[in-house]
């Protein structure tokens, strides 16, 4: 039987030693919270804004916990730069994910993290929502907690 090394062991085992990163080892995992319980009816493209992400930061999950809301509608979670509104990926942590039913679940389904990709910010980031499928009713609670790893 043979061994792989991951990416970040082969830069420890080379000669010389490859520095890592701090989000690849010995990092502090952090927690973003957001939640909205939304005053009016969502509509179908209306946007939540969760929370912020600082630079340099590796997101290792997301978790979306809601209450009961419409039939078909769903919820995409992205990013964008905090310092001029730039959307890196409208579903980059999250791509639509049912938010019909109540529930508390781990969403890192967005191709900026999910199948074995990997993403650190490299600018302060704004994690967003976007309604689609069907527009969510008013009074619906939605929260949002990615963890990521920095410093």
């Known amino acids: 039987m043979s061994e792989h090394n991951s990416t970040q062991m082969a830069n420890i085992a080379a000669t010389p030693p490859v520095r890592l990163d701090p989000t690849e080892r010995h990092g502090r995992v952090r927690v973003m919270f957001g939640q909205a319980v939304l005053a009016a009816a969502g509509a179908i493209a209306d946007t939540i804004y969760f929370g912020r992400v600082p630079v340099g930061a590796r997101f290792v999950d997301v978790r979306l916990s809601n209450s009961a809301g419409t039939a078909s509608s769903t919820l995409a979670l992205g990013l964008r730069k905090t310092s001029t509104g730039e959307v890196i990926d409208a579903d980059g942590l999250t ?4 938010i019909a ?6 969403t890192p389904t967005g191709a900026l ?20 499928g069907a527009g969510a009713p008013a009074g619906q609670t939605i929260s949002v907690t990615a963890l990521y790893v920095v410093d």
């Open 95 to 98: 791509a639509a994910a049912s």
């Open 101 to 106: 039913a109540a529930q508390n679940v781990s």
């Open 113 to 132: 993290i999910a199948a074995g990709a990997t993403y650190v910010t490299e600018d302060e980031v704004d994690v967003y929502g976007t309604i689609a």
